[in-house]
């Protein structure tokens, strides 16, 4: 498989650009994460095999990704960046978060598991200062799917250097978080059995409540292998969720049944 990353300037005409080198490796570098602060200034998390390990690296472009330069290294995969208006960066993964007020020099703090393997997988600051980490045990094909009483929510009051564990076993694996205030945020994610969950907390994290999802409308002419969603469907998994404000936001998830995924907002 080869892998490539897109750009657009119009948002319909893609062409591909150039990643960053591979030092000569005969792996790949896999791109874990990424996020732009303009239309040129941007940054991607990358992983890439070296020996019997992964190596973990931070690149940033100034000219729209037609090239990078290497900024950091991290002790794990960056899985999400979140870019503030102020300039700040944060990025997070198993190992804990990565964050940087200029672009430059990166700063990383440890994020305690509350039970093995119970990492984060989200940021969602509010500010500068004060924000959330979310997940659970991890959900990737290769980690099986998450179990019950496995997510958790971590909080800083400090800009990342501290995280203290706000919320664990929740009944769901948590995917991604949006606040709109210290104490009114949502979260995305899945309970065993593939069932898809947003919830909403309204003291900051510590406990959630969950929000009814409503199921996709019937498809009857959408039809494989003698299966056909001719009745609503269920979702099976809720991946984001991001919010404006107490009233207004947009959330995506998948419902499928056999080998028929849909995808709704």
Request: proline share 5%; glycine share 14%.
């Amino acid at each position: 498989d080869q892998i490539l990353m897109l750009r657009a300037t119009n948002g319909t005409s893609w062409s591909q650009v150039q990643l960053p080198s591979t030092g000569g490796s005969m792996f790949p570098l896999i791109v874990t994460a990424m996020v732009f602060v303009d239309t040129d200034r941007g940054y991607i998390a990358t992983s890439q095999l070296s020996g019997l390990s992964m190596e973990n690296k931070i690149h940033t472009t100034d000219n729209g990704g037609m090239s990078w330069s290497e900024v950091t290294t991290t002790s794990g995969e960056v899985r999400h960046f979140q870019a503030l208006p102020g300039g700040s960066i944060f990025g997070v993964g198993s190992f804990g978060v990565v964050r940087t007020s200029d672009g430059q020099t990166w700063t990383e703090s440890a994020v305690d598991e509350p039970a093995p393997d119970v990492v984060p997988r989200h940021v969602a600051m509010l500010n500068d200062t004060c924000g959330w980490l979310v997940g659970g045990l991890p959900a990737d094909a290769d980690a099986g799917r998450p179990n019950a009483s496995d997510g958790a929510v971590w909080y800083t009051a400090d800009g990342g250097a501290t995280w203290t564990v706000r919320a664990s076993g929740l009944p769901f694996f948590l995917r991604s978080a949006s606040f709109v205030a210290g104490d009114l945020g949502w979260a995305a994610g899945q309970r065993s059995g593939d069932t898809g969950v947003l919830a909403v907390t309204q003291d900051g994290g510590s406990t959630w409540a969950e929000v009814a999802v409503a199921d996709h409308p019937a498809l009857p002419n959408a039809c494989m292998m003698g299966q056909c969603l001719d009745t609503p469907t269920a979702v099976s998994d809720m991946l984001n969720v991001r919010m404006w404000d107490a009233a207004r936001g947009v959330a995506s998830g998948i419902a499928g049944l056999g080998a028929i995924t849909i995808v709704g907002n």
